[in-house]
């Protein structure tokens, strides 16, 4: 028969291994639930105002954003601005019609890097 002492800590090992389980549900990384432009938008241009809100706090200074051009050329987008925990903003000049994709790099408020990107046409 077990001493009381064993069946404690087997019963902690047990709680530390159900929790572990569920704990990645609790730690989820960023993910973008609005932009500007919007997701497959077309907008004018020359000049195009971002603007992307994250489901968590992101870290701006960590954050960059990159513009894939119609030519296939990448193009650094000025410094994201964070305009709330959860916000970044910046702004892309001199844009030609065509289709573009912003590129989004973020460090999300769990300690992760998380990316996507944002297809838009300019008119």
Do not use: C
């Not at 609005?34 to 968590?56: A, E, Y």
């Amino acid at each position: 028969m077990p001493h009381a002492s064993q069946g404690r800590w087997l019963f902690l090992l047990l709680l530390v291994i159900l929790s572990a389980g569920t704990a990645s549900p609790l730690w989820a990384h960023a993910v973008l639930m609005q932009s500007q432009p919007g997701v497959n938008s077309t907008v004018k241009g020359p000049d195009v105002p971002i603007r992307l809100r994250f489901n968590v706090r992101v870290d701006g200074k960590r954050s960059r954003l990159t513009l894939l051009a119609p030519d296939g050329s990448l193009r650094t987008v000025p410094a994201p601005q964070q305009t709330a925990p959860d916000t970044l903003e910046s702004q892309v000049t001199g844009l030609k019609p065509g289709a573009y994709k912003l590129q989004w790099r973020v460090l999300a408020s769990d300690g992760h890097m998380s990316n996507g990107e944002v297809d838009f046409t300019v008119e």
